[in-house]
């Protein structure tokens, strides 16, 4: 059983920085494309960042591309989200998924879930 553990959430002022990091568990974790996804209150969990098993291929919703970046280090089993020039639209649960697939924007594509960590970004 895949077990995704996220941490790093917390809250920070308008223009602060994060880094949230997901450990995975039970599984080999390079087999996996890892996402981020986030959900507001009242909001549909929406997409953040995907990156490739093992060439570091990237890909980043619009509303976070040039401030966000997806990385992981297969050898520690972590994906990582650095979060840079927070804005209070930011503020969600953050989760980390694991796919067996091609992986993608669609949270359909995803097998794995962590439970998430909590970003709030004050103005």
């Known amino acids: 059983q895949v077990q995704l553990i996220e941490s790093g959430g917390g809250l920070v002022q308008a223009g602060g920085s994060l880094r949230l990091s997901c450990v995975a568990s039970g599984t080999t974790f390079n087999k996996y494309v890892m996402g981020w996804f986030r959900q507001a209150p009242g909001k549909e969990r929406e997409f953040v960042a995907t990156?490739?098993?093992?060439?570091?291929?990237?890909r980043q919703a619009d509303s976070v591309r040039g401030r966000f970046t997806i990385s992981r280090d297969n050898a520690e089993n972590t994906v990582y989200l650095q979060m840079n020039n927070l804005q209070p639209e930011d503020s969600a649960v953050y989760y980390c998924a694991a796919s067996q697939r091609t992986g993608s924007s669609l949270k359909e594509e995803y097998n794995y879930w962590g439970r998430g960590t909590q970003v709030t970004v004050s103005s």
């Open positions: 990156i490739s098993r093992s060439d570091g291929e990237m």
